[in-house]
């Protein structure tokens, strides 16, 4: 799995850039995901990254029908394969472009009124996003997830609590980045509380 950098204990520092390059102070600069290329595939809209500690794949099918509009659905899943707990929440979830722009969760008030038509775009998917997972994922036990954000239901608050091998997975809405979308390369970066370094998979809209 793709390791970002190692922070402090006790809390995440905003990440430096310049030149093409972090700073970290056990290891000094370190290259940045400038030259990233696209992470492994469960399918052609599937990426993913595995490492020792959590599974992590993102399927970017449904926001491939929805570039043009304000918010854009990602499915998100994830594993916990070693630790004893890991907390995982919308906000520790983040979408950032390879330049450093990063963009958080959907808010209340972009999500209000929004048209989620991603019920209908997910049917068009060959195999569905949680059945490739579930067979990637065959040793681990489910854990449904209650932080979609659908339409009448926007509370993106709510935490999933991960055990060891046990996985789940969410529809997490991002604001629009902005730009030509098609066929770049953006980053998911998952943050939680209980992992040394964030980690990310890179994923291509």
Same mark, same amino acid.
């Given at each position: 799995?793709?390791?970002?950098?190692?922070?402090?204990?006790?809390?995440?520092?905003?990440?430096?850039?310049?030149?093409?390059?972090?700073?970290?102070?056990?290891?000094?600069?370190?290259?940045?995901?400038?030259?990233?290329?696209?992470?492994?595939?469960?399918?052609?809209?599937?990426?993913?990254?595995?490492?020792?500690?959590?599974?992590?794949?993102?399927?970017?099918?449904?926001?491939?029908?929805?570039?043009?509009?304000?918010?854009?659905?990602?499915? !998100?899943?994830?594993?916990?394969? /070693? #630790?004893?707990?890991? &907390?995982?929440? +919308?906000?520790?979830?983040? @979408? $950032?472009?390879?330049?450093?722009?990063?963009?958080?969760?959907?808010?209340?008030?972009?999500?209000?009124?929004?048209?989620?038509?991603?019920?209908?775009?997910?049917?068009?998917?060959?195999?569905?996003? !949680?059945?490739?997972?579930?067979? /990637? #994922?065959?040793?681990? &036990?489910?854990? +449904?997830?209650?932080?979609? @954000? $659908?339409?009448?239901?926007?509370?993106?608050?709510?935490?999933?609590?991960?055990?060891?091998?046990?996985?789940?997975?969410?529809?997490?809405?991002?604001?629009?980045?902005?730009?030509?979308?098609?066929?770049?390369?953006?980053?998911?970066?998952?943050?939680?509380?209980?992992?040394?370094? +964030?980690?990310?998979?890179?994923? $291509?809209?």
């Amino acid at each position: 799995m793709k390791r970002a950098l190692r922070y402090g204990a006790a809390s995440i520092v905003p990440l430096l850039l310049a030149a093409g390059c972090v700073m970290s102070p056990a290891t000094g600069p370190v290259e940045t995901s400038s030259e990233s290329r696209p992470s492994p595939t469960l399918a052609p809209a599937v990426f993913f990254e595995e490492g020792k500690l959590i599974f992590l794949a993102v399927n970017t099918h449904i926001a491939r029908f929805q570039l043009d509009a304000e918010l854009i659905p990602l499915e !998100i899943a994830v594993a916990n394969k /070693r #630790l004893e707990q890991l &907390r995982l929440s +919308p906000e520790h979830i983040t @979408l $950032r472009s390879l330049d450093g722009q990063r963009w958080p969760v959907a808010s209340r008030e972009e999500s209000t009124g929004s048209s989620l038509r991603s019920s209908f775009d997910r049917k068009t998917m060959p195999v569905p996003f !949680i059945d490739l997972v579930k067979q /990637r #994922l065959s040793n681990y &036990r489910y854990v +449904p997830s209650t932080s979609a @954000l $659908r339409g009448g239901n926007i509370d993106i608050s709510r935490t999933a609590e991960l055990r060891r091998n046990t996985w789940t997975i969410s529809q997490i809405w991002f604001p629009n980045p902005g730009g030509e979308l098609k066929d770049q390369l953006f980053e998911v970066w998952v943050d939680s509380p209980e992992l040394p370094d +964030p980690v990310f998979t890179t994923i $291509r809209f």
